[in-house]
């Protein structure tokens, strides 16, 4: 006999057992609980308590005004809250909420494929798999290449970042402080410079030819004295460099790792976790260069803010993964489907990737116009570089022989941290921005909608905060 169906306000109400007290709503009670309660791993910028988000707007518990620079780490592309996308999460939650993926199809997931599809920098790509976060995707991905290739090792670029759990750590080369003190971590990664001056200890003016020579030799290298090709399953890049300070890879770099990976049979994984989903002006980073990787991971911008990831290969790679080799409880949860449905749909309907490529100028436009201006603080940035809206600056820093240098006078002691005291000054005046690599830079990666108003209020903070800093470093404050 078929269940009955149930409609919401037919589930039993169980009898209330217990009266529990209200949760802590006072900023100062949240925070004590947090620093008492809440693991220090997390290392979080500020114990503020964000309570409203629209666009690229942000509300403290305080009645701060954030203008958001960072979208959750490029998550929120569409802005807070955006309401087609708050629609359909809530229009889900109140259809059905959960849909195990090895129980059942569900609308949405399919659904999303479809729009998914349609947003390929390559028809090959066709057969897909959805996880939560990023890092579970390229746990994925890794798994994928192993079993195809039937081989172990796999090439990871210095600088390069694909997670916090056990596998996507072990190809982690940004920061120690990711997997420090926890190994041993999965063998048979390997390590190849990626084309970025300062980690190959050359001067930022180099050509981009002789970085590219620089690379491709150890890439050779490295297949002829430490991984074999015959042993190795996948090489994984980021089209632009993120957690390892927004480098984009030189095309002629990616050129030549699809034909190192063709010739050998070897999988090019591109992870897209950040720079997917119009970041840097396409859709995909990749496409900037015209090459078609073998895999493509992706999570962050495509959902608005919930969680899901996912692989995308050929069906014909995707073909050797055995029944129950992938899933998990939350892979593709039906309501964060449906929010990345929405998200897709809007994207594939406006004119995103035209928004970014124009706001991306004029932000591109006024940095290097701080940068230029030497006697209000430009000379302490060495860098401004980017693709699309992931925009970063590189500072001087006194422990890097290559950006030591500046030609404000020997009495001036530089800082270790510019990127963080520009951040500071950023923040007292009400703009959201992040830190990352090991080199001094501060990078913004804003909403993909934001609007000419936006670009102006953060190129006048940040030319304030520049200012500031640098007249505080030349006081010898
Ligand atoms: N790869 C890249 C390129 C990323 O930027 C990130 C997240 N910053 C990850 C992987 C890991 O994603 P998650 O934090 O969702 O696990």
Redesign the pocket.
């Known amino acids: 006999m078929p269940a009955t169906y149930t409609t919401q306000s037919e589930i039993p109400l169980l009898p209330s057992a217990s009266k529990l007290p209200l949760p802590s709503t006072l900023t100062s009670d949240i925070q004590k609980i947090a620093d008492k309660h809440i693991t220090k791993g997390l290392g979080r910028l500020r114990d503020h308590v964000f309570k409203e988000g629209r666009g690229l707007q942000v509300l403290t518990s305080e009645n701060r005004q954030l203008l958001d620079f960072t979208s959750g780490?490029?998550v929120t592309s569409l802005g807070h809250c955006h309401p087609d996308v708050t629609a359909a999460i809530i229009a889900q939650a109140q259809s059905i909420i959960h849909v195990q993926c090895a129980i059942a199809l569900s609308e949405p997931y399919v659904q999303l494929v479809e729009s998914l599809l349609a947003m390929m920098p390559d028809p090959s790509l066709d057969s897909f798999f959805f996880w939560n976060?990023?890092?579970?995707?390229?746990e994925a991905a890794i798994k994928v290449a192993r079993t195809k290739t039937r081989r172990n090792n796999i090439i990871v670029m210095q600088g390069?970042?694909?997670?916090?759990?056990s596998g996507?750590a072990a190809l982690t080369r940004s920061k120690t402080s990711f997997f420090k003190g926890t190994g041993p971590l999965m063998p048979c990664v390997y390590t190849t410079p990626f084309p970025y001056w300062h980690a190959m200890g050359l001067g930022k003016d180099t050509a981009e030819e002789v970085l590219v020579q620089h690379a491709k030799i150890q890439l050779d290298n490295l297949l002829q004295q430490q991984t074999a090709p015959e042993d190795t399953a996948a090489i994984f890049v980021?089209p632009v460099l993120?957690?390892g300070g927004y480098i984009p890879a030189p095309h002629a770099y990616l050129h030549y790792l699809r034909e190192v990976c063709t010739k050998h049979g070897i999988i090019l994984v591109a992870?897209?976790?950040?720079?997917g989903f119009c970041r840097t002006g396409k859709t995909f980073a990749i496409e900037h260069s015209g090459v078609v990787p073998d895999l493509m991971?992706f999570?962050?911008g495509f959902a608005n803010g919930m969680?899901i990831?996912g692989i995308v290969t050929r069906t014909e790679i995707m073909d050797a993964m055995p029944a129950g080799s992938l899933g998990g409880t939350y892979s593709g949860n039906v309501v964060a489907c449906a929010a990345a449905l929405a998200t897709t749909r809007y994207m594939r309907s406006h004119d995103i990737i035209g928004n970014v490529n124009a706001r991306s100028e004029e932000i591109f436009k006024g940095l290097n116009a701080i940068q230029a201006d030497t006697e209000n603080g430009g000379w302490m940035i060495e860098q401004v570089r980017g693709q699309g809206l992931m925009v970063a600056l590189e500072f001087k820093d006194p422990n890097s022989v290559q950006t030591r240098t500046h030609d404000r006078g020997d009495h001036i002691k530089l800082p270790g941290n510019i990127n963080k005291l520009v951040q500071d000054a950023c923040y007292d005046r009400g703009l959201l921005t992040l830190t990352t690599s090991i080199y001094p830079v501060l990078r913004m990666i804003p909403a993909l909608i934001l609007s000419e108003n936006d670009v102006q209020d953060m190129l006048r903070v940040m030319k304030e905060a520049v200012k500031e800093v640098a007249s505080t470093i030349e006081r010898g404050a």
């Not at 992870?271 to 720079?275: A, L, R, S, V």
């Open positions: 780490i490029g976060s990023g890092s579970e995707a390229i390069g970042y694909h997670g916090r759990t996507a980021e993120g957690e992870d897209e976790i950040q720079t991971v999570a962050k969680p990831s």
